[in-house]
């Protein structure tokens, strides 16, 4: 069973920077996209941003457009995630997500069959 293994998060000054990473362990599917999500406490998840792995097409919400870069390395396979302007209301516990299987709905994370363990990122004012 593939395994996805998150790092980079960390505590930051409103205002600041930090870059997450994803990487992908064990048993490896295919790879149709890869995403981050995040899930502040008492709130559900929600997503932050995706892109699919061939054609590197990307998608964010509107809360981070503009301040949040997803990217992938192919040959690396690894997935990033550089988050600059960091706001106190971006805190959360930050998942990466694999799905392997292509289709619509990748803003939802009930579509994604691997998760990560999550990495805290926490945005002080």
């Not at 994803?22 to 941003?49: L, N």
């Not at 995706?50 to 509107?62: E, F, H, L, M, R």
């Not at 209301?89 to 619509?104: K, P, W």
């Amino acid at each position: 069973q593939v395994q996805l293994v998150e790092s980079g998060g960390g505590l930051v000054q409103a205002g600041g920077s930090l870059r997450l990473s994803c990487a992908p362990s064990g048993r490896t599917f295919s790879t149709y996209a890869m995403g981050w999500f995040r899930q502040a406490p008492g709130k559900e998840r929600e997503f932050v941003a995706y892109v699919t792995w061939s054609s590197g097409t990307t998608y964010y919400a509107d809360s981070v457009k503009g301040r949040f870069t997803i990217s992938r390395d192919n040959a690396k396979n690894t997935l990033n995630l550089q988050m600059n302007s960091l706001k106190p209301e971006d805190t959360a516990v930050y998942y990466c997500a694999l799905r392997s299987f292509i289709g619509s709905n990748l803003d939802t994370a009930r579509t994604y069959n691997a998760w990560g363990q999550g990495t805290q990122v926490t945005v002080s004012s």
